[in-house]
T-cell receptor, first 113, second 115 residues
């Protein structure tokens, strides 16, 4: 079963760059890495997805090294509204359909003024 | 339409009641999911439907019964629940045919309280 490991919590200040790393040592060859953000009492929301190297969109960047055993979500210039839980997801390599999508523990980010 | 709609938003039920949670999407997604989330814990996968067929059941007790009437609808029938089943129930959908690159779109959740 693919498993992800992330720091339980992180603190930051407004305007800083935040990097959250996720370990996924047994990621399947054709699996992507997807990151979600969740606010209390809401469903998780898609942030970014990548397969290798670097992906950037309007809210975040995702860095994936060549061995793909980890990934780093980078949030530039965080604000108070970025306080949330962040999850990285990879599929279960034993599930051929690729929809065995289980959440790891996530990282609780607290942004302070 | 890029949303997953869940009803009701809140549900209170007794242990002998029968109730249902409903989920709807009109994005043409072919995979639909039920997750259960307790406070300050990550979502736990319960069921996955792929092309209207149940493909994953994560050893969920039989008091939870999923149903997928068509590709846009997903129900979760609840019967004889326990107080510990109180949680936020999240529905999600994904395209379902992109091996390894499925992106989940979640609803806002149904907050269930079992008395």
């Amino acid at each position: 079963l693919a498993k992800t490991t992330q720091p339980i919590s992180m603190d930051s200040y407004e305007g800083q760059e935040v990097n959250i790393t996720c370990s996924h040592n047994n990621i399947a060859t054709n699996d992507y890495i997807t990151w979600y953000q969740q606010f209390p009492s809401q469903g998780p929301r898609f942030i970014i997805q990548g397969y290798k190297t670097k992906v950037t969109n309007e809210v975040a960047s995702l860095f994936i090294p060549a061995d793909r055993k980890s990934s780093t979500l980078s949030l530039p210039r965080v604000s108070l509204s970025d306080t949330a839980v962040y999850y990285c997801l990879v599929g279960d390599p034993q599930n051929n359909a690729g929809n065995m999508l289980t959440f790891g523990g996530g990282t609780r980010l607290m942004v302070k003024p | 339409d890029t949303e997953v709609t869940q009803t009701p938003k809140h549900l209170v039920m007794g242990m002998t009641n029968k109730k249902s949670l409903k989920c709807e999407q009109h994005m043409g997604h072919r995979a639909m999911y039920w997750y259960k989330q307790k406070a300050k814990k990550p979502p736990e996968l319960m069921f996955v439907y792929s092309y209207e067929k149940l493909s994953i059941n994560e050893s969920v007790p039989s008091r939870f019964s999923p149903e997928c009437p068509n590709s846009s609808l997903l129900n979760l029938h609840l019967h004889a629940l326990q107080p510990e089943d109180s949680a936020l129930y999240l529905c999600a959908s994904s395209q379902g045919d992109i091996r390894g690159a499925n992106v989940l779109t979640f609803g806002a959740g149904s907050r269930l309280t079992v008395l």
